[in-house]
């Protein structure tokens, strides 16, 4: 093994998995919601993190947009 490397002639290229990353993030989510998503995860074999990720990848692939009608105060 050399002691010293030369990696100026060396060309840049982009990190083919850097699309692929996921970012950490903090989420408040129901202890109902939680339970749902891993008792699924149990079933289906998978982390339910995981699942979770993949639920919300399906509703931007289908352009899902969530309806929410607030009840008037009489």
Known sequence: ???EYDFSK???RKNP???KLKKPITMRLSEDVIS???EMATEA???YQSLINLYLRDCVAQHR???IAWLAKP
């Open 1 to 3: 093994m050399r002691a």
């Open 10 to 12: 060396m060309k840049a």
């Open 17 to 19: 998995y850097a699309s």
């Open 36 to 38: 749902y998503f891993k």
């Open 45 to 47: 074999g998978v982390p």
């Open 65 to 67: 947009r969530v309806k």
